[in-house]
Every structure is written in C-alpha cells, then in structure tokens.
C-alpha cells in the first residue's frame, strides 16, 4: 500500500523534475561558456595587436599614436582594452596628446576578431 503511494506521487511529478534538473544543467553550460568567452582574451600577447589597433584610432578617430608602454585588457565590468603611458599627435593638427591611461570598449566579437576591429567607445 504505502508502494503504490511513493510512485504515484513520483510519477506524478517525475516531469517537472526532469525538466528542472535539465535547466539546471543547461544554466551551468551557459554560465561557463560565458566566462571563458571574457576572460580567455586575458591571455592573448596585444604587442602582436598593436599595429591593428594604431591604425584603426587614425583611421577613425585621427590619433597617430607615437608610443606607449603596454596594453592590457580586463574583461569585468564590462571587457576593455587599457593602453598605459601614450603619447599622440592629433592628425589634422600637430596638437600632441599625452595621457597616462587611454581606455578603448570594443565591441564583444572585435575581442576575437581583430581584422574587424571595431571601437564602441573610447576613453
């Protein structure tokens, strides 16, 4: 008697529990892909970026960038690239640009894909 009581109320409810445990499963897989998707370009050497990145700032925002010392990325708050100590000229003018840090957002596929590269918002 008491058998035949515990399956029914397992059979009962057995769906929703599979879906649940399913979902949860599915949210850990999302979470993880997520988090290496950011933080895997941490690792990349930017030195090698370095040309792509200068052309594309005097191509579209007009800075020639003479030097700096490194660039670094940080995925959190939000994934963006830190150039340390440069030193720029303006192109239409010889106004010359120093700034101890030059903060560039691009957009999420442009972490991976830099021959487009593609700035959302500079800093």
Not at 23 to 31: E, N, S, T, V
Not at 45 to 71: A, P
Not at 86 to 108: D, F, G, H, V, W
């Amino acid at each position: 008697m008491i058998n035949k009581f515990h399956k029914i109320i397992n059979n009962k409810y057995s769906r929703f529990f599979k879906f649940i445990f399913f979902i949860r499963y599915l949210i850990l897989i999302f979470f993880i892909s997520t988090t290496l998707f950011l933080l895997i370009p941490k690792f990349f050497d930017y030195k090698k970026k370095e040309l792509i990145i200068k052309n594309y700032l005097q191509k579209e925002y007009g800075l020639k960038i003479k030097e700096f010392d490194t660039i670094r990325f940080n995925s959190f708050p939000y994934p963006h690239l830190i150039i340390n100590n440069l030193s720029s000229n303006l192109a239409l003018s010889e106004t010359k640009l120093r700034a101890k840090q030059m903060i560039i957002y691009p957009k999420l596929i442009s972490i991976y894909n830099y021959e487009n590269f593609v700035i959302k918002k500079l800093k």
